[in-house]
Structure formats: C-alpha cells, structure tokens
C-alpha cells in the first residue's frame, strides 16, 4: 500500500513536469485528425446504417407508438446519431490507449529513468513488435468481454462495476508490460506480473474510472450531437492526458517494483529515495 501511494504522489506531480505535458499532444493529435475524418467523412453514412438497423427492431416500433401519441415520430432516427456516439466512445478510448502504451511509456521510462532510477540496469525484455502485439491481443480481449457483457450494464449495480473492471483489467496488462519492456527481463516482468497483480490492478481500476470523466461529459450535455466534434475534442484531450498520467504511475511502481526485486535477489537494502 506504501509504494501503490507513493508512487501516486509521485505520478501526480510527475505528469505535470513540461516534458509529459508534451508527451500529451502527439497521441492527442494522431486520435483527434484519425477520428476526426472517420467522423467527418462517415458521419452520415454511421447514422443511417444505426437508424436503419434500430428501424427493424421491434421494440423501436413500439416505442415510435408509444411516442407518437404525443406527436413525436421516428424515434429510431434520434437514437441512431446516439448509438454511433455510444460505439464511438470505447473505440476512441482504446485508440488513446494503444498510442500511450506504445509511443509515449518509451519517453516515460526514459525520463523517469534518468531521474530516479539512474543505476537500473536496462535488460529488454520486450520489445517494440512485443508491445504493440500484446497491446493489441489484449484490447481484442477486452473488447471481446466488453460485447459479451453489454446486455449486464442494463442490470444495476453491474452497469457502473463492469467498465471500470473492463478498463482496469486492459490498462493493467497494457501498461505494465510496457513500462518493464525495457529494463525488465522476461522472467522478471512475469515474476512482478504475479507478485504486483492487486495493487496493477487497482492503479488500472482507478485509472479507467478517471478515464470516465471525459465520457460523463460526453453523455452529460444536452446538445451532444449538435456540439460533438468540441466535445470530442476536449473529451479526447482529456483521455489522452489522463491516460499519460496512468503511464507515470505504472512507470513509478513497476520500476521501483523492478528495482526491489533485484534489491531482494543480491540480499542488499533498497536504497531508493522515499
């Protein structure tokens, strides 16, 4: 519990160092201009394809009867803009993810490496075609039990315990290999994988609820659809910096993590600074 705190004081005034600011506007880029032309060129395609397939729906019809009684029709061709928002939203997250994890952690180890663990011995244990390979294998994953547990959000209080879990569990694997790729061996990384499993995991369970900030802004406006590309601009912005701060902390724990291992093995004191 110590280092899981101590590496949070750590990572919150870490991220605010100019050098992870920065780290925090290629990913933001890349995400914005890619989602930002799927949405700009697709848009209305996205929406007809949702209106056309909740128009088929059964319990669209009754709704549309239900509402038509007070003089409002076609209920399938507003909810359709909002289903592609709602698809939208853990695709974009994911994409933030994936950016962070393989191009901004190599800038936060190496900073973080020369400020606070300069005598740690880089082994690489994994690799640049390693991370992106088991960034993607386990996004797949989560996105998979993501689909399969969709019909569970419906049912409280499951709706606000499974996507923090979901994100968790991702940013977790996701993060952790990534911040050991470089200084860790593979048996190293496996032996912190299991010994670290809880405390990897609440940093990422707490990481993916702050990551539901910039969703509740998201479904929180009342002129979503009208204000969305804004909204998703800020949204994405803030995915991105919340996702760079996750990457500090992981960095913070799992090399301090890395360093008593080591510590442990040659029977020497840790002489880190608290």
Do not use: K
């Amino acid at each position: 519990m110590n280092d899981l705190l101590r590496s949070f004081g750590r990572a919150l005034t870490g991220v605010l160092h100019p050098r992870m600011l920065w780290l925090t506007v290629a990913p933001f880029l890349i995400a914005a201009f890619g989602w930002g032309a799927a949405f700009w060129f697709g848009w209305d395609t996205l929406v007809a394809a949702a209106s056309g397939w909740l128009s088929g729906a059964s319990w669209i019809s009754a709704l549309d009867s239900m509402f038509a009684i007070v003089g409002f029709h076609s209920v399938h061709t507003v909810l359709g803009p909002v289903i592609v928002v709602a698809l939208a939203i853990p695709l974009i997250v994911v994409t933030v993810l994936v950016l962070i994890a393989t191009f901004a952690m190599p800038a936060v180890i190496a900073h973080l490496t020369r400020r606070h663990f300069p005598g740690l011995e880089a082994r690489r244990g994994g690799s640049f075609a390693g991370s992106l390979a088991h960034s993607l294998v386990t996004t797949l994953v989560c996105l998979f039990a993501l689909l399969v547990t969709v019909p569970l959000w419906l049912v409280p209080p499951l709706f606000a315990l499974i996507p923090p879990l979901l994100w968790g569990w991702l940013t977790y694997r996701v993060m952790t290999y990534d911040a050991l790729a470089l200084h860790a061996s593979a048996a190293e990384r496996r032996a912190i994988f299991r010994a670290h499993r809880v405390p990897l995991f609440a940093i990422g369970v707490i990481t993916g609820l702050l990551g539901a900030v910039p969703t509740l802004l998201w479904v929180s406006s009342a002129l979503l659809i009208v204000l969305f590309p804004v909204i998703a601009v800020v949204s994405i912005w803030l995915y991105v910096f919340i996702f760079v701060f996750s990457a500090v902390w992981f960095a913070h724990y799992c090399l301090r993590a890395l360093y008593q291992l080591r510590s442990s093995a040659r029977d020497v004191p840790s002489r880190l600074p608290v």
